[in-house]
């Protein structure tokens, strides 16, 4: 019970509402001062005398030395401004950090050693961030074409069929349809462990791996994940950071799946996209190990899918003649009708009319038995032939609005999501088919008839070579790859070259730089700019260009050297199938391109 001294005698009044208090104080107070003091004046001074008295009795510190001066102690002034500064100051502190820290970076590199005007000017620091900028958002702004001198191959063979792969900066993951992955050491190229195929009973519902043939990998470059499909319907995700480790099989796929891709950038939670031959592209997330959204639109089955971020992505549509650009946030798809039709020259020898060193367009000199008699060669007009797109096989993105497209007609085409049309075809990329492999050729049925004598002389009749009168199809496009933030990319076909091509500088249309030779089909390709250190000691130093030149061009940079690394998976065989069967080697082609001086500062 409080103290009676303490309690007023006064009646207390009852407290007014927000509204007119202020009505009411502003009336006390202007009482007030024409009344002189108020009445209030003797208590608030008695209280003022009893604080001050409590206070130099209880301690001699005052309130401005208690909590406030300790954390002004404890907070210097630059923890006081980071807490205090917005999100746009923040931005700008850590933008002057990092010019601070490339221009010390120039300034260390210069010091070490004589640097010419030139590289003086080409390490600006305009440049610097422009580069670093268009590497993290996958831009496009190194034409490497005419800076490429040598390209080295390798051959590792392996006892499967190989249908996919997948390449990271330290090893390169193979799959096979014998339903095993085969991880090959990308310094040394010796294959390792295979793993991949389901241990334990055959009836187990969640198997510890797959069972059946492996159609594609996909891992990430940190080299933490690898993802795998196949025949079994299940997205397999694997950790590989010790020993490759089993950690969960994602289901929802209705048929088999043909493509994975991983995006490589802007992907901190680890998304992957796979499509499969029922018509379905799945969002995936390693994060939760769940699938997190199914897109529909094609009207068959998706045998290629490409991403560069986990926002976008590109899928082929084979049958239904379409490609579509997915905005995955958006849930929003773009069409891409292609189906084209092309009309190429064709010479006497059945292949393609790139230039007729003829006077007139469309004709070429073909040597006959007349020039033995002194007479001038003839000239025979190249035959014009028209082929149609019925089907797009293969998709590779470029950057956030472009890409390639392969298909049946051997042409490969180059979009832009700006345009429904490409915007520009290059025919018969890999030639025409004159080795007899047409399986649709008219002079053999393609069922046994009634007067066969049995099925297994109407099946090996078919399996015979097609006589030389069918007519030659154009090689289709097995596989795409592009050199990241580059002009190459890479193409590959069954006709015994692998083809580096380089887009131009305005991203209108590309040209052919070299041709690598190798036997049977280049199911899947796979090219990354990797450290030097790491490249194929089989390989060897690389290029025409002398040591201290290239000692030079990688003083002028302050990343790590990097060399450009290409994977190609060759088989004897189609990965989807076994209509076609070439006398050649089961193994990984592995190359290495060289570049010169000017070359490799760009990279």
Known sequence: MPDRFFQSERKRKRPSSSRGGASRGSARGSSHSRGGASASGPRRARADSVLSAGSSAGSSTGADDLDARRRAEAMDDAAFDEAAETAAEKRVRMAKGYLRKVRDELAAEHAEGEVDAAAMDREIIASRLKQDVDEAEGRIHAHLGPHVTDVQTCFVPLAHIPTSLALTPTTIYVATKRGSIVPVALSTLRPGQAFGQARGPQAAAEPAGHRGDLLAVAASEDGKWVVSGGRDRVVGVWDVRAEPTWVAGIRGHKDAITSIALPPLSNPSAHVLSASLSRHLHLHSLSTLSTLDTFFGHQDAIPSVSALKP????????????????????????????????????????????????????????????????????????????????????????????????????????????????????????????????PFAPSSPPFPSPSSPSLASASASASAPASTSAPALARWITSLAHVRTTSLFLSGSHDGRLRLWTLDDALRSFALVRELPVDGFVNAISALAVPADNVPRALGPGGETPSGTVERASAQRSKAPREIVVAAAVAQEPRLGRWIRLKAKNGLLVARIALDAQGSAML
Not at 415 to 422: D, Y
């Open 311 to 438: 926002a976008a992505a590109v899928t082929a549509g084979s049958r239904d003649r379409t490609a579509r650009w997915w905005k995955v946030e958006e849930e929003v798809q773009l069409v891409l009708r292609g189906g084209g039709r092309t009309r190429v020259a064709i010479g006497p020898d059945g292949q393609r009319v790139d230039a007729a060193p003829a006077s007139r367009a469309g004709e070429r000199e073909v040597d006959g038995d007349a020039d033995m008699a002194g007479e001038p060669a003839k000239k025979r007009p190249a035959e014009q032939k028209e082929f149609f797109e019925g089907s797009i096989d293969v998709v590779c993105a470029l950057d956030d609005s472009h890409f390639l497209s392969g298909g049946d007609s051997g042409s490969i085409s180059l979009w832009s999501t700006g345009k429904k049309k490409p915007i520009f075809t290059y025919a018969l990329a890999h030639g025409l088919d004159t080795d007899a492999h047409n």
